[in-house]
């Protein structure tokens, strides 16, 4: 098998063994003459009539990290889980060091040196930590010593920068952040030839990822191959050695570190010119109505004292460093988590009692955090997700509901860019970016005073996150309130009039105007609050 080159447009089609790693990245530890450690031949799967991955092939050098990127629904996931032998091909096969790795299981392609980490968390939710990082070693349960497998546990944690995750607790009951950590924790403690991870940097935050990209150079240093999927091109920029791009589940480039710009990934990627200037925000016009938001001196188990105002039609952004409160305040203004306040209007009446029920009647929408566990039932289809809010119980549902709403599902899934082959289809069975659209395409429509959106742009590809910011951009020229927590601080800075700034569950800074800048935002999420 030949070396891939880069064929990128403009950059120079230079066999990717002749360049060496520039300093940042993942510092090549192979000869030009190494042989391959990972080598996909011809991969192909289709589920029914649809071709996910077409005639796929590409080879991991050791000490090397290999970019998979591409558009949602590019192929990328199916790729990864054929690598990881989660997902048998229809044809083509897998090498790991030379010797064919069966497919269809997990175990096996461990006991061969791959590892795998996942943005779709594959733990067991009522388990704790420890339990969670034993189960890829085959041990029955009835085997489980607790104390023995808890101080292991520890250990591993310790080893790996992670004191602070207790080896105990369940992971349920931790943040998204920390049960990513556990799952990138069970991958890189094992014996490591080629880890592959799967938009498992998407629910990090930024020393979260500093973390990760810490444990992927040690792995390379050693020799291990690293194939990385993100839609995030500056992780890909830092990290990557060579990548290649997939299109409609095909292969249509190979790159190399130092010959691409974004703006040509994103071409490759999209098959088209790429765009990707963020939306101003709308003019305020509808300042003489009452407020979308009016809450003073809320309060809850990680909140203290907030205070915010969000005028009819305004993006008001919510920064800082994950786990320092924002979570629970989008939650208590949707009346998931208990919390009181001085003041607490929406839309003008007051709020006396708040449960999500009573959220949907008061005109407000939520986009949770994690799509998948809180924010789809992902056995129902494309059209019930859609009206699940809006269907009462005992209500008759099902496809005379779907025919009478048939116009206002085709008016969100077409005005969104959802790829569906229709409003029956399983939701599960959507892209990762197309579900998220649908998470939010609920409230399109509908008549909300106030959107509250938990980082709604994570883990969805570039034109996804144009379409959404097109979106939340169009919600507010119609009048609704939002309010935005992201972990991207230019989406704040650019998409938002104003962000207020979380630290410790209190708000640090308000930032507009000319002091609306990246800086001055993570300055403040660090506890530092900008001179006026």
């Not at 993942?26 to 996910?52: C, F, M, W």
């Not at 963020?278 to 203290?304: R, T």
């Not at 809180?374 to 009462?392: D, K």
């Not at 005005?415 to 599960?428: I, N």
Request: hydrophobic share 40%; aromatic share 4%; net charge neutral.
């Amino acid at each position: 098998m030949t070396s891939p080159t880069s064929t990128l447009p403009g950059a120079p089609a230079t066999p990717v063994d002749a360049a060496p790693a520039e300093a940042g990245g993942a510092s090549l530890g192979h000869r030009g003459d190494a042989a391959p450690v990972l080598v996909a031949e011809n991969l192909t799967k289709s589920y029914g009539a649809v071709h996910a991955v077409r005639d796929v092939s590409l080879a991991c050098l050791g000490g090397e990290v290999h970019a998979l990127v591409g558009e949602n629904g590019a192929g990328k996931s199916t790729v990864a889980k054929m690598l990881a032998g989660a997902v048998v091909p229809d044809t083509g096969l897998v090498r790991v060091g030379g010797e064919p790795l069966s497919s269809g299981s997990v175990r096996t392609a461990r006991r061969h040196g791959v590892q795998c980490a996942f943005q779709e968390l594959a733990l067991v939710p009522d388990w704790t930590v420890a339990e969670n990082l034993c189960l890829p070693d085959g041990s029955s349960l009835r085997r489980f010593a607790r104390g023995r497998e808890t101080r292991e546990a520890e250990r591993v944690l310790a080893a790996l920068d992670l004191e602070h995750i207790d080896p105990r607790r369940p992971v349920h009951e931790m943040p998204l952040a920390d049960r990513q950590q556990v799952e990138i924790a069970r991958a890189v403690s094992g014996d490591v030839k080629v880890l592959i991870l799967d938009e498992a940097s998407s629910a990090l935050t930024p020393p979260g990822v500093e973390w990760l990209f810490a444990r992927i150079r040690e792995l390379t240093a050693r020799g291990a191959a690293v194939v990385y999927v993100s839609h995030r091109l500056g992780e890909i920029r830092e990290i990557a050695d060579r990548g290649t791009v997939l299109r409609d589940g095909a292969v249509v480039s190979d790159f190399q570190r130092g010959s691409w710009t974004d703006d040509e990934l994103i071409s490759s990627m999209a098959g088209r010119t790429a765009a990707r200037a963020f939306p101003a925000p709308p003019a305020l016009e509808h300042a003489d109505g009452p407020a979308a938001l009016e809450v003073e001196g809320l309060a809850g188990e990680a909140i203290h004292d907030v205070s915010l105002t969000v005028a009819p039609g305004e993006i008001l952004g919510i920064g800082g460093l994950q786990g320092h409160g924002q979570a629970e305040l989008l939650r208590s203004l949707w009346g998931a988590e208990p919390a009181t306040a001085r003041t607490w209007r929406v839309a003008g009446k007051a709020i006396r009692r708040l449960d999500p029920v009573r959220a949907v009647h008061a005109g407000i929408g939520f986009v949770p955090e994690d799509r998948k566990r809180e924010g789809l039932a992902l056995e129902m289809g494309v059209g019930e997700n859609l009206l699940a809010p809006w269907t009462r119980p005992h209500e008759r549902g099902g496809a005379p509901r779907l025919k009478r709403e048939k116009g206002w599902i085709d008016e969100v899934l077409g005005g969104l860019s959802v790829r569906t082959r229709g409003a029956k289809e399983r939701s599960g069975a959507l892209s990762g970016g197309n579900q998220q659209k649908l998470v939010f395409g609920r409230w399109v429509g509908r008549d909300r005073r106030l959107v509250l959106l938990h980082d709604p742009t994570r883990g969805i590809d570039v034109r996804a996150k144009q379409e959404l910011y097109d979106a939340i951009v169009a919600l507010a020229r119609e009048g609704v309130g939002v309010v935005w927590f992201s972990t991207e601080v230019e989406e704040l800075v650019h998409v938002c009039h104003r962000v207020v700034v979380l630290y410790r569950g209190a708000v640090a800074d308000e930032l507009q105007g000319e002091r609306l800048t990246a800086d001055a935002v993570v300055g403040a999420a660090v506890g530092r609050r900008a001179v006026a």
